[in-house]
């Protein structure tokens, strides 16, 4: 606490403060308290109090004056320091060794900072013991720092399980990691606040394909089968850390994991839309029958391969392992030996083009 | 508290797609002038349905960084932003380049939406493209001897793509700063392939309308013109082909004068931008404006 919290507090007392177990009230006297327990004191005895009390003064200054009550920063904030579930006292302690929590792939810390400001900290999760991480400290860099994922790709969901490592912010305000947290995980913070008040507007997927126009008009033939193979396939936490909230209709609940993201997804997103579309136009063709020869290790091995790619495992595959029917060797020793130009086995694609 | 809002195309492919659209808004931050400035798209995030929520001002002005009125700024955006009672005669632009700007509420927010036209069919998109040339050049004051072909992709969704282009190059030629303008076209006529044929002048600028650099202005375009046989392996600015010499510029989406016209945009909706330093609105350089 410092002198112009305590002069705050003090002009503050008529209006009345009732914040995190500090009661302030009246214009001299006044009554002053801590949860359950109150008593009049004339001015002297309301300076004497708060400097009994400095951190109940600079926590109701932090929140009140700092960062501002209401809305989805305040609430935000708070979340980040379990304001809900601890007493003032406990959250000091807390946050002198700094309070930590997961937002998707960012950890966040809170501590405590000069006078009971709060300052934050922000990295990836795997960096929490990584001590040698590029230090950051605008807010807008951060959407150059998050375009690409550690293996050079480019990230063109923010929410996929692919979030750089290796960069920090170690001292943020409220306002800028509030800030820096929209520009890695676009939007969440509002959506988590409208979830959290009840007020999610979640747009399900027959109303968003409804909406569509142009080439994307022909999401909406997708059967309800074929959108949870596509949900499925986009949507768990695998591939999204986002939570799926959005169903095929209202009364429609889609059978796939919705994950356990901290923040919600209110509808199908634009990747989501761009795969479905694809999907439609996969799910035109009729299937055929085709004879492919093939030993039982090779028809396992094409299904490690398509495991493989499908997981994302191809990167791991170790340069030699001979064994992992995915590594590179295996797979082109199979197309050397089963592949011809009319494709797997010898058996074409469209045999009767061959008979032409 | 008043936000501006630049809505861009964005990418699932090009990483680069959105960098214009970043750059100019760091601009506009740097000015002070707006209490928020956000960057929205189409194929990134925050999308055009969320970007709304995620800003504490209730006066939003949402300027679109897209070269044409059609079917994106006229339909998609509106639509996604879920702006109420929106129309298109709102803009007041039957000849498909004068938008102005409509004022209506966001269905999913308390926020009231200027919804401004795009930064591409805006007046002074000219003195952007004339800049561009400029800055390729190296000449501040081109005169005789230069001529300038602004290139579009054409037949798109719908035809106002071209408009855009045949707009600014009439703005162009009227001002007299080169000997010959012309617009130009990849996929119709008159194509960008042929560009020495439509030219006397001993040096040609050319300068593509587009917003972003990607596959159509790094590979496409100076192939077509013969630039390069392989663009990945570069050319030379200029070069001379039939010889003429040939300056091309790249994306004019990506010179920082577009944030002038980004400016304009909600200044003209009401957006107030008083404080901004060397700003000159409504005051082109090199063009007469009409």
Redesign the interface.
Same mark, same amino acid.
């Given at each position: 606490m410092n002198a112009p919290q305590l002069d705050a507090l003090v002009a503050s007392a008529s209006d009345g403060i009732e914040f995190d177990g500090l009661s302030v009230s009246g214009n001299g006297p006044y009554t002053v308290g801590i949860v359950g327990e109150s008593r009049a004191v004339e001015e002297a005895g309301l300076r004497e109090f708060a400097e009994a009390n400095p951190w109940l003064v600079s926590n109701w200054y932090y929140w009140t004056r700092v960062v501002g009550t209401g =809305?989805a %920063?305040y609430d935000f904030l708070r979340w980040v320091e379990r304001a809900d579930e601890r007493d003032v006292s406990e959250r000091y302690e807390a946050l002198s060794t700094g309070v930590s929590r997961s937002w998707g792939q960012l950890r966040i810390t809170a501590e405590l900072g000069e006078d009971g400001k709060r300052r934050y900290a922000l990295r990836h999760v795997d960096d929490a013991d990584n001590t040698d991480l590029e230090g950051y400290e605008d807010p807008?860099d951060a959407?150059g720092l998050v375009? /690409?994922d550690d293996r050079g790709r /480019?990230r $063109? &969901? #923010?929410t996929a399980p692919t979030l750089p490592t290796g960069w920090e912010y170690p001292d943020l305000s409220g306002e800028d990691l509030v800030r820096t947290v @929209?520009f890695v995980y $676009? *939007?969440t913070? *509002?959506?988590w606040h %409208?979830e959290r008040e009840g007020e999610l @507007?979640v747009t399900h997927f027959r109303e968003t394909a409804e909406?569509q #126009? =142009?080439i994307y008009e022909i999401v909406s033939q997708l059967s309800v089968e074929e959108i949870e193979a596509a949900a499925e396939t986009c949507c768990v936490d695998s591939q999204c850390l986002k939570r799926r909230m959005w169903d095929e209709d209202e009364e429609i609940d889609l059978d796939v994991e919705r994950g356990d993201g901290e923040f919600p997804c %209110?509808?199908p997103?634009? &990747?989501f839309i761009?795969a479905a579309r694809k999907f439609v136009t996969l799910g035109r063709e009729e299937t055929r029958r085709y004879e492919f020869e093939l030993t039982p290790t090779e028809k396992e091995q094409v299904e490690e391969i398509i495991d493989a790619v499908a997981e994302g495992r191809t990167e791991e595959i170790r340069e030699a392992d001979m064994n992992e029917g995915a590594n590179r060797y295996r797979a082109r020793y199979l197309r050397a030996r089963r592949m011809t130009e009319e494709g797997l086995s010898g058996t074409p694609t469209y045999p009767e083009d061959q008979e032409l | 508290m008043q936000a501006l809002v630049i809505v861009g195309h964005g990418s699932h492919l090009n990483p680069g797609s959105s960098t214009p659209t970043f750059s100019h808004a760091d601009t506009i931050r740097e000015t002070g002038v707006f209490d928020e400035v956000r960057e929205a798209f189409w194929k990134e995030e925050p999308s055009f349905r969320e970007v709304l929520r995620t800003l504490e001002s209730d006066e939003v002005y949402v300027v679109p960084l897209f070269i044409s009125e059609g079917y994106f700024t006229e339909r998609v955006i509106p639509r996604e932003l879920r702006l109420e009672g929106w129309d298109v005669s709102a803009w007041d632009s039957e000849d498909g380049v004068s938008a102005t700007y409509a004022t209506s509420r966001a269905t999913d927010v308390e926020k009231t939406v200027h919804y401004c036209g795009p930064a591409g069919t805006h007046d002074s998109m000219s003195d952007v493209i004339v800049r561009r040339a400029e800055s390729i050049t190296g000449e501040s004051d081109m005169g005789a001897g230069f001529g300038l072909a602004i290139v579009g992709h054409g037949t798109e969704r719908n035809e106002n793509s071209a408009k855009a282009i045949q707009y600014h190059a009439d703005r162009i030629r009227e001002s007299g700063r080169f000997d010959e303008v012309k617009a130009l076209f990849m996929d119709e006529e008159p194509e960008v392939d042929d560009v020495t044929e439509f030219f006397e002048s001993p040096d040609v600028v050319v300068v593509p309308l587009f917003v972003a650099d990607g596959f159509h202005t790094q590979e496409d375009i100076p192939e077509d013109m013969g630039l390069t046989d392989d663009y990945r392996t570069g050319y030379e600015i200029p070069t001379e082909v039939d010889g003429q010499r040939i300056w091309y510029s790249g994306a004019v989406g990506t010179e920082s004068l577009m944030a002038d016209v980004l400016l304009e945009r909600a200044a003209e909706a009401g957006a107030d931008v008083r404080g901004v330093d060397d700003w000159t609105q409504s005051e082109p350089e090199g063009v007469a404006d009409d």
């Open positions: =809305g %920063r807008l959407r375009k /690409y /480019y $063109p &969901l #923010s @929209d $676009p *939007a913070v *509002a959506n %409208r @507007d909406r #126009s =142009g %209110r509808e997103c634009s &990747l761009t | -």
